[in-house]
């Protein structure tokens, strides 16, 4: 027993008396037994205002899914099965799409729709290199390369114009990045693709429930990419991620793909050269709880964005988000610009100080990455002054109104203290 830790039920045995024979379902399902939710006690350095805070987001899920582990240890199934088969129709059917798969990560569902769509040595994809380095993995892991393009400078997010000059010979593929909970200008990146016969890979990673113009992201090209990390808008237990797709053959071949390339209804014949990559059980059953709550809590983003708005909209040190008139923005994350990047760093050091944790998205593109330093181009200066400018502050749906106006409080006692 040296090597496990054992959960003690109330009216378990201990664990030295417990033998095979003794065992009985009915003395230990359903659980009943909940403990009380506790907030880890905040360690050295820990900040009072977080830049996230999961524990006030997730504290009234605790009871529920408590009894829903329970359930699932009852049943025994740890990989697919009814919970996963419950959260992919429940995140299809939020995102109007035919067709969810759950996969590993955010990463691996990008990697597995370009596989799907025979991307490979020889092609090009192009990437914005304004995103996390994740994006421009999943095509290198194909074998193709990489091609970089600079960044709108209001939305942050690809730009269309650039896009157009970007596409060659070789491009196989564009995967916008809705970043930071901003969609991408999917009207005109549409156009310039029109009649080009490339494929739209969308990464909505940062930006689950987003819409432009009234349409959820994930549904303007082949497919859309979505990560469950902890800290996105809808996070997981730990790793996972889905593909959406209205296309039936990218659907089965994701699948199939993620599925160790097994064929349709079999587990001992193989259509493709797979990957082990699915969503956990466990995973699923928590997301499809969170994924009841996301539109209020998406909601509550856009209100927290909406005090920062009023409270810094009129201070020229900073300039706040922009936000496309068709753009439903879901704020993953709460980006500030300053003027240069001393202000950024000043800024960010000063908040530091007075408890309010700050974070940088991205301080080095990803072209200037030593392992990409001489793929896909070398200068895109919208992207390059982002990374010295721009500032993340606490973003979470239960941050309060008093806590956004200290926090915006001290960005104006920073640049006064300046001057």
């Known amino acids: 027993m040296d090597n496990y830790t054992w959960l003690k039920g109330p009216n378990d045995p201990e664990p030295e008396d417990l033998e095979d024979d003794e065992f009985d379902e009915e003395d230990i399902f359903p659980f009943e037994f909940i403990p009380e939710f506790k907030a880890p006690a905040p360690g050295p350095g820990s900040f009072k205002i977080p830049l996230f805070d999961l524990n006030k987001q997730y504290k009234d899920l605790v009871e529920d899914m408590t009894n829903q582990f329970a359930n699932l240890l009852f049943f025994g199934q740890f990989v697919g099965g009814e919970f996963l ?232 040190a900073v300039k706040t988000p922009f936000v496309h008139e068709k753009a439903t923005h879901v704020y993953h994350l709460y980006m500030i610009q300053c003027l240069n990047k001393r202000d950024r760093d000043g800024l960010k050091e000063f908040l530091g100080k007075k408890n309010i944790a700050t974070g940088l998205y991205y301080p080095t593109p990803v072209h200037k990455q030593e392992i990409y330093k001489f793929e896909g181009g070398n200068y895109f200066p919208v992207a390059e002054h982002l990374a010295e400018t721009l500032l993340a502050l606490p973003m979470f749906p239960h941050l309060k109104r008093n806590e956004v106006e200290y926090i915006c409080k001290m960005i104006k006692e920073y640049f006064s203290e300046k001057r």
């Open 85 to 316: 088969d419950q959260f992919e129709s429940s995140f299809a059917g939020y995102h109007d799409s035919k067709y969810c798969i759950g996969v590993g990560s955010g990463t691996d569902a990008l990697f597995l729709v370009l596989k799907a769509l025979d991307i490979g040595p020889g092609d090009e994809v192009i990437v914005p290199t304004n995103t996390f380095i994740a994006t421009a993995y999943a095509v290198s892991h194909t074998g193709a390369r990489v091609k970089f393009c600079d960044v709108d400078p209001e939305t942050y997010n690809i730009d269309p114009e650039m896009l157009d000059e970007t596409i060659g010979v070789n491009t196989r593929a564009v995967i916008p990045v809705h970043l930071y909970g901003q969609p991408c200008n999917m009207d005109e990146i549409a156009e310039v693709l029109r009649n080009r016969n490339i494929p739209i890979v969308e990464d909505c990673a940062q930006a689950t429930g987003a819409r432009w113009d009234g349409t959820r992201i994930g549904n303007f090209g082949k497919a859309g990419c979505f990560s469950f990390y902890p800290t996105k808008n809808l996070g997981g237990l730990a790793q996972g991620g889905a593909v959406t797709t209205n296309d039936p053959k990218i659907a089965s071949v994701v699948r199939s793909l993620g599925n160790m390339g097994r064929a349709f209804g079999s587990h001992t014949e193989f259509a493709h050269k797979g990957f082990n990559s699915r969503l956990d059980t466990v995973n699923a059953m928590f997301l499809k709880r969170c994924l009841a709550r996301l539109q209020n809590w998406n909601y509550l983003r856009q209100e927290v964005a909406n005090w920062y708005e009023e409270e810094l909209k009129d201070f020229g």
